[in-house]
T-cell receptor
Framework: QQQVKQSPQSLIVQKGGIPIINCAYENTAFDYFPWYQQFPGKGPALLIAIRPDVSEKKEGRFTISFNKSAKQFSLHIMDSQPGDSATYFCAASSGGSYIPTFGRGTSLIVHP | NAGVMQNPRHLVRRRGQEARLRCSPMKGHSHVYWYRQLPEEGLKFMVYLQKENIIDESGMPKERFSAEFPKEGPSILRIQQVVRGDSAAYFC??????????????FGNGTRLTVT
């Protein structure tokens, strides 16, 4: 499986800040890029996903930016709230595999 | 509408014992994935199954680990002769088949295995 590199490993922001989490990949066959949110003691849950035919996707306060030529994509959380404190995973998969490869995760803490 | 159900939530085994982890996928989902999560290491793919078939087990250790998804009943991840290094959270996820496009995974809340 190809690696997906995620950074930073941890992130601390104040309420209202805009945390940004970045991911990079190598496999140009990847065509589906989901982000998952995980709270302590729970399984990851799909947050938002993007396909490479668009450069940006917004759902509420969450935005994915996608740069196909650079093989990078990022998650922005607008007006972050303490309830957003969680671990975030990026992932990538291809139609030929159906097996998502996950980044190592980013632990986000949003202070009140 | 129940989500992915995993049991037990917590499992304690002594070294050398067997661990059986069960996963019932969401209704209508025919694909099951098992991932292992260790602190600071993210989610590591282990095995991908469809009913009665192992599609990809490239992430599964060659010895002591096995998985099945029978025609009836839950998927089972079995670890024989557990060692301390097997201590981790094991997550099951399911997805429907969607043809050429990928579908998001729906995860259970995991089984936390502790080997003493």
């Amino acid at each position: 499986q190809q690696q997906v590199k995620q950074s930073p490993q941890s992130l601390i922001v104040q309420k209202g800040g805009i945390p940004i989490i970045n991911c990079a990949y190598e496999n140009t066959a990847f065509d589906y890029f989901p982000w998952y949110q995980q709270f302590p003691g729970k399984g990851p849950a799909l947050l938002i996903a993007i396909r490479p035919d668009v450069s940006e996707k917004k759902e509420g306060r969450f935005t994915i930016s996608f740069n196909k030529s650079a093989k990078q994509f990022s998650l922005h959380i607008m007006d972050s709230q303490p309830g957003d404190s969680a671990t975030y995973f990026c992932a990538a998969s291809s139609g030929g595999s159906y097996i998502p490869t996950f980044g190592r995760g980013t632990s986000l803490i949003v202070h009140p | 509408n129940a989500g992915v159900m995993q049991n037990p939530r917590h499992l304690v085994r002594r070294r050398g014992q067997e661990a059986r982890l069960r996963c019932s996928p969401m209704k209508g989902h025919s694909h099951v994935y098992w991932y292992r999560q260790l602190p600071e290491e993210g989610l590591k793919f282990m095995v991908y199954l469809q009913k009665e078939n192992i599609i990809d087990e490239s992430g599964m250790p060659k010895e002591r680990f096995s998985a099945e998804f029978p025609k009836e009943g839950p998927s089972i991840l079995r670890i024989q002769q557990v060692v301390r290094g097997d201590s981790a959270a094991y997550f099951c996820a399911s997805s429907p088949f969607s043809g050429q496009y990928n579908s998001p995974l729906h995860f259970g809340n995991g089984t936390r295995l502790t080997v003493t």
